[in-house]
């Protein structure tokens, strides 16, 4: 039986491994860190999270809760992992980045099918192969995906949150509250006047960017916009997205603030917090400057400081086959965020079907498309459906899930999206009882 290459230990290279793996298929599993680091990446451990420590929100209702119970009923390496690394995070999912990234180094490193080989491919090999490079895929991997599929990549720019020292945060400003109360007091919330944040939103404006020209024409993904990008579109734009206060009223005051600026938890200990929606291309020094404004963080000690780096991937409606191979050459599959999505959760979902459908292949058995009204099936049909010429990479999302036609009168939006999400479980449950997950 053939062997399968895996080429990239992120998040869809970890998880297709292990899916074929766990089907008795010996995979080679190849990743150019710590020889070769990214512009982004800190450390050789496989998984590493980069952008968040955050995998979303859980509730079924949403995109990102109704992939993530997709995935853990089929068995996902990701899932587990987040499951033992897990930080509190109210309804949303966050993890401790070296736990989670730890486990699944091991899990991979100790499993009887898998080799895990430290170095850079920059030759697509002629053989069953999975590319799972990633949004930082290195330049002669880009050059030889290029010359396979006979096309420029697209690309757009991504950006990266800082984080801060738990310590230099002042706690009689802050507060800790989840929206809602959902969860626990889980996250440090903190509170701005209507006059503190219009100080702010000017500073934020005037901030200088790091290569401000560069960036004037890039392609900004939507769903990681940076924070100076949204200041810019609208004087309420940041209140009505990331600094949206509704739900975190100050125990202090017993009122709603004007805007609210969230702190997520890095780690189980607490000792560092992510700024919720803050990626950002400032240059350094204004970072301290202008996020030092916020009421709580005047001395705020930043243990990482926000970055951008460019994204690659494919226009995938051009040349990818529903089972996530090339047109060009079917033995060869791409997983992750080079095929057009974006997001953790997301890139895992596309190393699981590839590593499924390859795996299927060497085994000499027919691939099994998964159905059309799972979160995995609809983020399919976006990589392979959408017009061409107007394709960008999308997290996964109601408007990508088949929507039930209501009852006459009901207007309920949460209960729609909840009977979707009942027969997205239902046949997904089909799905991988059908191919054989487990």
Partial sequence: ????????????????????????????????????????????????????????????????????????????????AAKASEVSAGSALAVDRTIFSEYITNALGNHPNIAIIREEVSVIPDSHTIIATGPLTSEAMADALK?????????????????IDAGSIDY?????????????????????????????????????????????????????????????????????????????????????????????????EKTAFNMVGFQTRLRWPEQKEVFTMIPGLKNAEFLRLGSMHRNTYINAPLHLNADLSLKERN??????????????????????????????????????????????????????????AAFQPSNINFGLIPEIAPAPGMKDKKLRRKMAAEVALKDWAEYINLVGYR
């Avoid at 809760?65 to 068995?75: N, P, Q, R, S, V």
């Avoid at 080079?338 to 499924?356: D, H, K, N, P």
């Avoid at 000499?364 to 099936?377: I, Q």
Wanted: glycine share 10%.
């Fill in 331 to 388: 033995i060869v599959y791409l997983a992750g965020q080079i095929t057009g999505v974006e997001g953790y959760i997301e890139s895992t979902a596309m190393g699981l079907l590839a590593g499924l459908n390859a795996a299927r292949r060497i085994s000499g058995r027919e691939t099994l498309l998964p159905p059309r009204a799972s979160a995995h099936g609809s983020l399919i049909a976006h990589l392979t459906t959408s017009d061409p």
């Fill in 147 to 163: 010359t396979l599929i006979g096309a420029e990549h697209l690309f757009f720019y991504d950006a990266i949150a800082p984080i």
């Fill in 172 to 268: 009689s400003i802050a507060y800790m509250a989840s929206r809602y109360g959902k969860g626990g007091d889980d996250y440090v919330n903190c509170p701005m006047s209507q006059d503190e944040y219009n100080t702010f939103l000017e500073a934020l404006k005037n901030a200088d960017t790091v290569h401000k020209r560069d960036f004037e024409d890039a392609k900004v993904f939507e769903g990681c916009m940076p924070v100076e990008v949204m200041a810019e579109r609208g004087r309420d734009t940041l209140r009505f997205g990331p600094l949206k206060p509704v739900g975190l009223p100050d125990p202090k005051t017993g009122g709603i603030p004007y805007a609210v600026v969230q702190l997520r938890a890095e780690n189980r």
């Fill in 1 to 80: 039986m053939d062997k399968l290459t895996v080429i990239g230990g992120g998040l869809a290279g970890c998880e297709a491994a292990w899916q074929a793996a766990q089907k008795g298929i010996q995979v080679v599993l190849y990743e150019m860190r710590p020889d070769k680091m990214t512009g982004a990446h800190k450390t050789g451990l496989l998984a590493e999270l980069v952008c968040s420590n955050s995998l979303r929100s859980r509730e079924i209702v949403t995109g990102p809760g109704l992939l993530k119970k997709e995935l853990d009923l089929a068995g996902s390496l990701i899932m587990n």
